[in-house]
């Protein structure tokens, strides 16, 4: 590629000149660290070709979601920047067609219409061109099928850039290094979780990275941070492009990424570099497969349609199998049928869970187990009282006994005046029971209470 280069100008003309500048490519290996939401933080060494004291080169090969306030250009002692821009003409074509003002276009319209001369103005509804013989057109967008920039300039453009007025170097090569925030870098956690029985079970783990920067980024040193940082404004959004996804690698046995705490979060490192292209979603080892104990519980929400929940409860503990941080994300959860062959039979999702925490799975509706409730009466006793009375039928049509937690929504001030199982106050709006009902039987479940508000 050949190399355009500014002229030399004070520095205060600097600023106030756009023309061609030195490419600069990466040098180096990049370091990524990777968010779990739509953020990363760049860090890589760029090699600048400077003609002297004074130069102004570009630096190519940025992302599109560049967060340009979070750009620090750093060159060796007595260099610095003293002028830093984010340049994109062709970001779309709105971005081009303002870029041409002040030059000669052509503006090809509907009925073969054409009309040259020098563009003065463009918004979203009309271009405003002035023709050689000093008359003035107004040409409304809908109607306009092309405009041709006839001689573009050496400056424009056709990837982000960062230009850089750089003072006080030597003449030759120098190593800079260049860091900054960008949207379209995000990760997340996929677990799954083998059943083997009722209280046994296989997890392992693995991370999908995902890449809609606009640039590729290659041999990378690769760190993921499990946590959510504060961040005081949205990053920008993302222009819209077509995309296809592909899944780059298949995750292995052998876990890819060690894990360590940071700050207030947790950090995973890639123990080799990876390559991240545009577009693309790569997939890396987390958690190899490990046995783990499970504790499967059965609920029903007063009310709830669907009847009685499948759950599954998993202690975070090295006694239990686990005992590690384990980031938000899926967990798919897999069971052998009775051929063998493990068939899908739910998924949910967790938060980021340290070491030591239990874990609640939701698995589905539990289909032998079935649930009726009924509002026997409700009435008004005081403007601030009311006496409800409630009864919920359990059945159990598994082989095997089964524990039903029931969980009845409740607000105020609450005395059960009568009770047919011992209720215990979940939290603030919640009575909880547990019921055993055993194999092929019904269970009535009923109380009445005296809520005051």
Sequence with gaps: MKNV?????PAAALALVLAAATPAFPAG???LTVYTRDLGLVRETRTLDLAGARDTVRLTDVPERLDFPSVRLVLGEGTRVTRLAYRWDVAGGDAFIESAAGRRVRVASRGDRVTEGTLLAADGSWLVVRADDGSLSTLARGAVEEVRLAAPPASLTLRPTLEAAVEGARRGKAEAELSYLTGGLSWSAEHTLVRRGE????????VTVENTTGRDFTDAELKLVAGEPRRETPMVPPMPRGMVMEMAAEAKAAPDLSEQSFSEYH???LG???????RERQ??????PRAVKVTPRYVYRGGDPRGVMAQMD???TREDGLGVPLPGGRVRIYEADPAGALQFVGETSIRHTPEGEKLTLEMGVAFDLAAERKELYNRRITDREREVAVEVRLRNRKKTDATILVQESVGGDVELLKKSHDFIRKDASTLEAAVPVAAGKEVVVSYTARLRY
Excluded: G, H, M
């Design 5 to 9: 280069r500014l002229p030399r100008r």
């Design 29 to 31: 290996r990049p370091s």
């Design 267 to 269: 950090l995973y490192t």
């Design 283 to 288: 997939s890396f080892t987390l958690l190899d």
């Design 314 to 316: 998993v202690r975070n």
């Design 199 to 206: 209280d046994a079970a296989v997890w392992s783990a693995a």
């Design 272 to 278: 080799r570099p990876a390559t991240l292209r545009d």
